[in-house]
């Protein structure tokens, strides 16, 4: 008999078991070992936006920093609150939170589309004709780049034959900058700008694009259209009626684009001086070009849908490089 406490001295087959249970034991822990020495250290994938998951514990050879979790991207803007507008949600979400409203003013004629600049991201493609004798590169050949990352798209300018301004693209000067007219400016970090050229806007080393079209529709808030002037284009026979679109600026840096059917430019400008647009410039007119999407995602399933219904042309438009230039709003890659 053993008394409490006593340990029981092991059997020959148990003595057996636990040396042989120790060796499995001490091979693991070498292998072990030689895994991690022999794996790649931890890299930091930079500031690319995440979810919000929880970030995963690593090993820290070298006794290197240990890579820091990325921040998860919030949202620091929503649609004004106008009076008299209805703001819907129609298109994606991110982190569970739409990125694109639509309101409608002046009795339905105008769509305004409203984008969340504190998380989408602009790309410019230009068109295979328009603007004339623009660079391209082999991104803007390849729909993959944008579509699967597409939340809104709208047309960029006029022809550069039929209007007043300049283009730069990728490094290439196609048409001189005018100080004082309207333009966008799209930067290496996807920020659009909307603004008066010289003063507002200024080309640095990190500027992608400028499209200009001529001056400003909203200059400071105040509409400068002249009330209904012909100075921003007249359409096929000679009338100030038109599809007319505008991209605005708001004062927190939300864009809003405008889409008008069979509006004078009057018309335009009074829509985006009422949603608070601080400058608008004029895009494109004219029956067919005028455009404006919003895009969902289902698996690899891309959706669009017109802001407005008097829209000619089909969202999948912009699912290749399109005749004309166009701007893609897009989500966060990750």
Known sequence: MYGVGRPRPLRAKQQVGLVVGLAAVVSLVVSGCEMSASADPPTSSGASSTTGANPSVTSNPGNSPAPTPTPTLVS????????GLVWKPQGSKYNGVPVTYVARTDGGSVSLLWMDSSILKYRFVPGYAVPEGSPSTSADNKPSTWVPLAAAGFNGGFQLSDGRGGYYYKGSTVRGLQDGLGAFMITSDGTLKVGKWGRDLKKTADTVVVRQNLPLLVDNSKDVSQNNSGGWGVADGGVLNAHRTALGQLPDGALVFAFGSN???????????KVGA????????????????????????????????????????????FQKDFVMAQLPSS
């Open 263 to 273: 509006v004078t430019p009057y018309e335009l400008a009074q829509a985006m001086v």
């Open 76 to 83: 620091t803007m929503t649609p004004p609150v106008v009076k």
């Open 278 to 321: 601080k400058n608008a410039m004029v895009l494109d007119m004219n029956k067919s070009w005028p455009t404006g999407f919003t895009y969902t995602h289902s698996g690899k399933k891309t959706n669009g849908a017109r802001i407005h219904p008097d829209i000619w042309r089909d969202p999948s438009s912009y699912y290749e490089r």
